[in-house]
């Protein structure tokens, strides 16, 4: 079964950088393409970045100047940094996997496992 | 970007009767090669959303032949043939024809 758990820091200064890293298991970090997904409390989700262990990225144009993802294929991982944080960027972190589906010989890439989620709060 | 926009934002559901949620992009969510970039996920109460819907009317694996998907174009909808009480939550529409991905606001589904 494959499963995902964010970790890091509840609590951020603003201004200072968020790190969140997310652990695999049941799954290689090379299988996939991995993404982050965040949701202010009590409100809708929105899709942070992606990313594959090849080093091939996608960031959300309202984030990129401040977000840098990466994965640690050593230790089947995937983390976040988003720097100069403020308090509009409380939310849970989630981080998903993209499952491979293979359609009419067509591909697409849904999210089909989420960790948990870890809520960060931006806060002095 | 674009947008999603969602209708009902909230709708009431009797056990046993069907609900529609609708969805809505600005723009055609039709891919070159003729599908349709839609999910559907469903987050419920305390939970991580979970993925029902792929390519507009593909169900994810386990999840109940009560839920349907259709639509084409910018238009889509999620059908549940029979609320069940675990049908609660909040439902999200996602485009994924183009980047960035983007969600819809949620339509919250909750039991009479």
């Known amino acids: 079964q494959v499963q995902l758990q964010e970790s890091g820091p509840g609590l951020v200064k603003p201004s200072e950088t968020l790190s969140l890293t997310c652990t695999v298991s049941?799954?290689?970090?090379?299988?996939?393409?991995w993404s982050w997904i965040r949701q202010p409390p009590g409100k809708g989700l929105e899709w942070i970045a992606y990313?594959?262990?090849?080093?091939?990225?996608n960031y959300n144009p309202s984030l990129k100047s401040r977000v840098s993802i990466s994965v640690d294929t050593a230790n089947n991982q995937l983390s976040l940094k988003l720097n100069s944080v403020t308090a509009a960027d409380t939310a849970v972190y989630y981080c998903?996997?993209?499952?491979?589906?293979?359609?009419?010989?067509?591909?697409?890439?849904?999210?089909?496992?989420w960790g948990q989620g870890t809520l960060v709060t931006v806060s002095s | 970007d674009i947008v999603m926009t969602q209708s009902p934002l909230s709708l009431a559901v009797t056990p046993g009767e069907p609900a529609s949620i609708s969805c809505r992009s600005s723009?055609?969510?039709?891919?070159?090669?003729?599908?349709?970039?839609l999910e559907w996920y469903l987050q419920k109460p305390g939970q991580s959303p979970q993925l029902l819907i792929y390519?507009?009317?593909n169900r994810a694996s386990g999840v109940p032949d009560r839920f349907s998907g259709s639509g084409s174009g910018t238009d889509f909808t999620l059908k549940i043939s029979n609320v069940e009480a675990e049908d609660v939550g909040i439902y999200y529409c996602?485009?994924?024809?183009?980047?960035?991905?983007?969600f819809g606001p949620g339509t919250k589904v909750d039991i009479k």
């Open positions: 998903a996997r993209h499952g491979s589906v293979v359609l009419g010989g067509v591909n697409a890439y849904p999210l089909d496992y």
């Open positions: 049941g799954d290689s970090i090379t299988s996939s393409f």
């Open positions: 990313i594959h262990y090849s080093g091939s990225t």
């Open positions: 723009q055609s969510l039709r891919h070159r090669n003729g599908y349709y970039y």
């Open positions: 390519l507009g009317s």
């Open positions: 996602l485009q994924d024809v183009q980047s960035p991905r983007t």
